[in-house]
Each structure stands twice: as C-alpha cells, then as structure tokens.
C-alpha cells in the first residue's frame, strides 16, 4: 500500500523542496496550501523530477477552525495518514515593548496552534495504525533567543515545549515525533515571509536604532545562507527512519554554536550577541 504524507505550506521553501521529496521516494503526498492558485512552482519542480502523479494539492489555512475541519473531511479517502510534515510558518519581528499583542497572536496561531490543528487532526488515524511520524518544523530560534525577535522565537520554543511533550505522549502508540531545527537558509520566511512591528521600524522609536542594525546583521548574513534542499532532504530522512531523535538542529556552524550557548556563563554569551549589534 502507498504511504501518505501531508505536507503543509508546501507551496514554497522547505514545504515544496519536501512534498517533492518525499513523492520522490514513493509517498502519495497531500501538499496544502493557503492559495492552490499559487501551485505553479510546485508542480513545475514535481513535474521535473516526475513525480507530479503523485502530488494532491488541497487547500487549507492552519489557523482557521473550518479550513481545518475542511481538511479533514478528506482524510478518510486517504486512507492512512503516515507523515505529517507542520511546515507552514512565518516570521514577525519587532521589539517586545513595540510589538502589539494582536501579532503575538498571529504569530502563535500559525507556527503553535497551527501545528496542534493539524496535529489533532491526523493523530487518530496513526495511533490506529500504530505507526506514523510527524515532523515538526522549528528553528534555531526555538533554542536561543536574539533581539528584536520575540514573537518568531518564543512561537518556536512553544513549539519546541509541546513537541517534547507530545512525543512521550504518543511514542506507546508507536508514533513518533521529531522537530528540525534549521539555521540560517535560503527561504522566503527572511524576505517577504517576515513582518516587522511597524513601530520598531520608525525613527522615533528608542529601539529604531538597534532595529536597523539587526537588519543589516540579516542582510550581510544572507549571502552565506544554506541550501533549503539540505533541510527537505533531512526531513524525508526523518519521515522514512525506523527511529529518530526528538531534536535536529542542522545548518553550517550550528553545532559549535549550540556548543557555545551550552558552554559559556549567561554572562559572557549576552556580551557575545549583543557585540553582534554595534
């Protein structure tokens, strides 16, 4: 029988690249997206590896109740429900103070509620089956803090509490849980992805300053950005082990810096990103 996997946000970045893999090694793969009209470069990219046959493009908004319960309607005609792939995200910027609560929530309801939707939604169907992975997909954010960040980064810390959780939970039911937590790659989650606290981006704001250089810290590192191909190929590799870790950081230099921030006193580690400002 021909395994399933759902991929969300798969219309671009790292859903794309991994709704493609994943048809590549056999998956029938769900591939749902805010907009199908937006399924242009996806199909290409599935066209050109030959696996389009294989790809169901449906539609669905992760933080809307009745998308959600849309979604799920079709998931009986599946069948089975062995992957699920919560990859749709984005990112909001801005200072704490200066950031409304309004997009806190917004935040939360996409990268946290989003994936506890989902989540809910397919896990009868693999705890009848006693067996399926779902694959969280988090950040480095969701491990260490840096300014000008809060709402991206506490949504992915949430996301990396619940996980832990939700693995002890169902790993009796022969499910497993795993989280990628990626560095720094060639996404649009950077570009037009993220949403900047209009306030911290205005000159009278005391943090207008310290906003513009975390800016330019983004730009000049953009060059160096990896390859999101590496990411969708460990997350196939994570969908298709018979046994995975709970947590995957993978980028260059990510190791060392998990290394550090575990090694140094707060003390020094504080001096060493805000020196990243000036």
Request: proline share 4%.
């Amino acid at each position: 029988m021909t395994k399933v996997a759902i991929v969300t946000g798969a219309n671009s970045g790292f859903g794309l690249l991994t709704a493609v893999e994943l048809a590549k090694r056999g998956f029938h793969v769900v591939a749902a997206m805010r907009a199908p009209a937006k399924q242009d470069h996806l199909m290409a990219a599935a066209a050109a590896a030959g696996v389009q046959l294989l790809l169901q493009v449906e539609q669905l908004d992760v933080t809307e109740e009745e998308s959600v319960a849309r979604f799920s309607s079709i998931l009986p005609e599946l069948g089975r429900v062995d992957v699920l792939v919560n990859n749709a995200g984005y990112a909001v910027g801005g200072f704490a103070e200066e950031v409304m609560l309004a997009e806190y929530r917004q935040q939360f309801e996409t990268n946290v509620f989003g994936v506890i939707a989902m989540t809910q939604a397919v896990l009868p169907f693999m705890r009848r089956q006693r067996s399926g992975t779902i694959v969280n997909v988090s950040s480095i954010s969701g491990l260490t803090g840096f300014p000008g960040l809060s709402p991206y980064v506490a949504s992915k810390h949430a996301l990396e509490g619940w996980s832990e959780c939700l693995r002890l939970e169902v790993k009796p039911f022969g499910v497993q849980v795993a989280l990628v937590e990626p560095g720094s790659y060639q996404t649009n989650i950077w570009t037009s992805g993220k949403q900047v606290a209009a306030a911290s981006l205005q000159p009278a704001s005391p943090y207008y300053e310290s906003m513009n250089k975390i800016e330019a810290h983004l730009d000049r590192g953009r060059s160096s950005f990896g390859n999101p191909l590496e990411v969708a190929l460990k997350i196939a590799d994570l969908a298709t082990a018979k046994r995975t870790s709970l947590r995957n950081p993978i980028g260059s230099g990510l190791q060392l810096f998990l290394f550090a921030k575990a090694l140094l006193p707060w003390s020094w580690w504080e001096r060493l990103v805000l020196s990243r400002l000036k």
